[in-house]
C-alpha cells in the first residue's frame, strides 16, 4: 500500500513540476488557467473512475463471460473452491468467478473494489493447462485483485488524462497565440488543430507511463501467484503460456487485466501492458526461496 500510493504522488508531483515548467517557459500565469485545470481533472478523472465502475458489466458483456453461481460439473467447483481458498488466503471476499470462450490462454480480473470483484478464464485455458498451472493463473489473477491494481490503474490513468487534457490546451493556447501575433483569438480553427495534434503525442507519453506500471504490477502479481501457488507452479503456467502468447482476444476494457500480453519491439515494446514471458520467468527464478518479493508479493 505505502509503495502504491507513493508511486501515486511521485507521479502528481513529476506532473505538476512539468506543468509548472512548460508554463514558466511559455510566460503563462497559473493563476489564469485554474479552472482549466479543474475541468481537466474532472474529465480525466471522471472518465477514469466511470471505467472502472462498469468493469466487471463491460467485462461480461465484451467477452460473455458465464458467471458460475451453481458448478454444472467438476471442472467449475474446482474453480471456485481453488479461488475461494486464494481469497481467504489474502484475506478479500471471493470473486465472482467466470469462463468466457476463447481459442488462447488467458485470464483475468477486474472490479471496481477488493472486495467486489470477477476473476474470468477462458476455456482455451482450461483446455491446455494442467490443474497446477490453472492454479498458478488463477493465484495471479487473485493477487492482482489483492494488490487493488485496477484501483491504482484507474487513479494513475486520471491523473496521466488531466496531463494530457490540461497540458496540451496550455500549449495550444501559447501556439495559437504566437501564430496570430500576440492576439487571443478566443479559440480558432489553428488552436483546435493544434491541440487534437498535442493530445496525441502527450497521450502517446502518458500511455508509455501508464503501460511502464501495467508491466511493473505483473512482475508483482507474479510474485503473487507464486506465494499462493508456488513458484514452480507460476514458472510452468508462464512457460505454457507460450503456445499462444500474442494472441489476445480480450478487449481493450480488460486486456491489461489478463495474464497473457501482446509481443513487440522498439517503440511497441514500450507501449505493452505486459513484460517479455522470458523476463517474468527469470524474474521468479532468480527470487530466492524466502525472499520477501516472494513471500508478500501480493502486497507489494
Known sequence: MIKRY???????LAVLALVSIVMAVLGISPASY??????AALLGFGGAFFSLAISKWSAKRF?????????RNESERWLLSTVQRQAEMVGIRTPEVAIYDAPEINAFAT???????LVAVSTGLLRAMTR???????????AH????DMVTMTLLQGVMNTFVIFLARVVGRAVDGYLNGGRDNGGGIGYFAVVFVLDMVFGLFASMITMWFSRHREFRADEGGAMLAGREKMIAALERLSLTYGQNTLPKQVAAFGI???VGGGLKKLLMSHPPLED????LRNAPPDSSAVKQGFLA
Open 6 to 12: 507513493a508511486l501515486l504522488i511521485a507521479t502528481n
Open 34 to 39: 485554474g479552472g482549466l485545470l479543474v475541468f
Open 63 to 71: 467477452t460473455g463471460a458465464q458467471v458460475i453461481t451453481e458448478p
Open 111 to 117: 472490479g471496481a473494489r477488493r472486495d467486489a470483484s
Open 132 to 142: 497446477d498451472e490453472a492454479e498458478a493463473v488463477l493465484a495471479h489473477e487473485v
Open 145 to 148: 485483485v489483492a494488490n487493488g
Open 260 to 262: 497473457s500480453g501482446g
Open 280 to 283: 517474468r520467468i527469470a524474474a
